[in-house]
């Protein structure tokens, strides 16, 4: 019992612990209009764009910016005015690139620096030698490995000149190849960085081969990266002797903070204000309902062709529904996808700390200039000790498993021999002479054969079949008279006992 309850307690134990390393906590996010742009009216009609700037050749228009143009040796960058004042944040990057050639170039870079880029830079548009983390989606193969178009990330600290010649390959953090180019619908990435752990979605990357923006799938995870605090976001772009269009649609900043850590936002509307605005909002809805009955009077054929909408046929109806249940297919098995990413994910972390054991403990990276805390963690004893505990289980399980199959056995043969054995009454016959008998009978069947066929030789004639016959009679007479003898014995000391 002392040895149950220890492994009970051990299996609690650790299954305890496998739900702490899966469970986790998402963050608090906020959207941040001060550090993103998106249309209608993207640019003002001065022609500038609400708290970003740019410049070089990118042009801004109400519904996209064209940070490089389709034209030879174009480059354009836009970057926002105010450093981030939030730690962790995610960007979706919504764009399109596209040209009449099968190849493109050169290519659209993403930026989180510590300073602002400039607007005709050596790497794709911006400047060199950057602080912080590029994204570069490059479409032309300088270094005619066939692997382009690709997405990779380069994490620089202001003192590494990018390696055109083999497209940054030598100094990529992590990457993938995805074809972003001359894409039906409007192409995604989005880009993750919370606590220090960067995470690049295209489609989380969209390839934009449909329009539905949940089709991403990841393109790479990296962890333990440290960037800059206050950094500014950018876009840039740069084209070659190939040229494609590289317009941005929308750039969305969303900050996320842990949870229990959202910081309060003091410019509160306060219960007057609300009630003012939700009468105008009121007044407004009224206003657009009259106008909708003094157009429906004035145009009553297409109040008509409105209900018309509000039938189906048969067909449609099938359509709709087989549509609809491949949809929700679908939609299962992205989930499915994006669950084990996430499990991939925190495998590939959990496998980082386990590889630090022998050190003694986890290095922490700081920010640049400090030095790296040491965190103690699980140790290589407690790790064996777990180990250890484990094959005892497991051992104790294979006994266990071999002690009630030997029960049962025991339980079966234990059944057998009492259906078997004779009952206080005299019964007119065993179990064994019922064999004997079964044994018997086969013989004479055998023997009967032998008698009908004729055989190549004589039979001898010291023996008769009569006289046999006479002598398995007389056997079978005594072997009765024994059975019933013994049966009666048998029972009369039954009752004794």
Known sequence: MKMAAEVRWLFVFLVSCGVSLCRGEAPHRKFEYKYSFKPPYLAQKDGSVPFWEYGGNAI????????????????????VKQPTIFDWWEVELVFRISGRGRIGADGLAFWYTSDKGFYNGSVFGSSDLWTGLGIFFDSFDNDNKHNNPYIMAIVNDGTKAF???????????????RDFRNKPFATRA????YMNSLTLFKLLFHNGMTNNDQDYDICFRADNIILPKNGYFGI????????????????????????????????????EEQAKLQQEYLDYQKKLDEQKEEYQKEHPES??????????????????QIFHGQSQMFEVLRDLHRKLDEIVGRQERVLGLVSQIGQGGV???????QQPVLIDTIRRQEVEAVLNNQNIILNTAREIKSFMGEIHSKTESILNNQAHAPTAQVQPMGYDYQSFMTEMRDGLNTLKK?????????????LTTTVFLLFIGVQMIILLVYSLYRDNKEAQMKKLY
Not at 163 to 177: K, V
Not at 244 to 263: A, M, V
């Open 163 to 177: 390696d055109h010649i083999n497209d940054g390959s030598t100094q990529q953090l992590s990457g993938c190849l």
């Open 363 to 369: 290095q922490v990276q700081g920010q640049p200039g």
């Open 236 to 271: 840039s772009a740069a084209t070659g002797g190939l040229a494609d269009d590289h317009d941005i649609l929308y750039f969305l900043t969303t900050s996320l903070h842990p949870p229990g850590q959202l910081p309060v936002d003091g410019n509160k509307v306060s219960i």
């Open 450 to 462: 032998d008698v009908k066929t004729p055989g190549s030789t004589d039979c001898p004639n010291c």
């Open 303 to 320: 109040q008509k062709m409105e209900y018309d909408e509000y039938f189906e046929t048969e067909n449609q109806r099938e359509l709709r």
């Open 190 to 193: 989005r880009i993750e960085y």
């Open 60 to 79: 801004a228009s109400a519904e996209n910016v064209r940070v490089a143009p389709s034209l030879r040796s174009q480059k354009g960058a836009i970057w």
